[in-house]
Nanobody
């Protein structure tokens, strides 16, 4: 079975840093695309960062230069390093793994979500 377990959320003051972790079991990040999403109160879920199996990264404009997505294949985990946090970064953050099988079917797996709250 596939499971993604997130950790690292919490309360931090503006300008501070947090590192979110997402540990996978039953599937490998190394051969799949990983992403971090967030959902703020009253807003739609937003793709924050993506990391392909080939190592390409993309970020939403609002976090460029502040957030970094990375992968540790030995630990089968992905991370989101968040620096210079702003109150508008406050949201529930979700780890995502996007898997495509040889048959062409796609499956997405989600972490349970972790709350990030940035105080002003």
């Amino acid at each position: 079975q596939v499971q993604l377990v997130e950790s690292g959320g919490g309360l931090v003051q503006a300008g501070g840093s947090l590192r979110l972790s997402c540990a996978a079991s039953g599937i490998s990040f190394s051969i799949n695309t990983a992403g971090w999403y967030r959902q703020a109160p009253g807003k739609q879920r937003e793709l924050v960062a993506v990391l392909t199996s080939g190592g390409s990264t993309n970020y939403v404009d609002s976090v460029k230069g502040r957030f970094t997505i990375s992968r540790d294949n030995a630990k089968n985990a992905v991370y989101l390093q968040m620096n210079s946090l702003k109150p508008e970064d406050t949201a529930v953050y979700y780890c995502n793994l996007d898997h495509r099988s040889w048959t062409g079917s796609r499956s997405q797996y989600w972490g349970q979500g972790t709350q990030v709250t940035v105080s002003s």
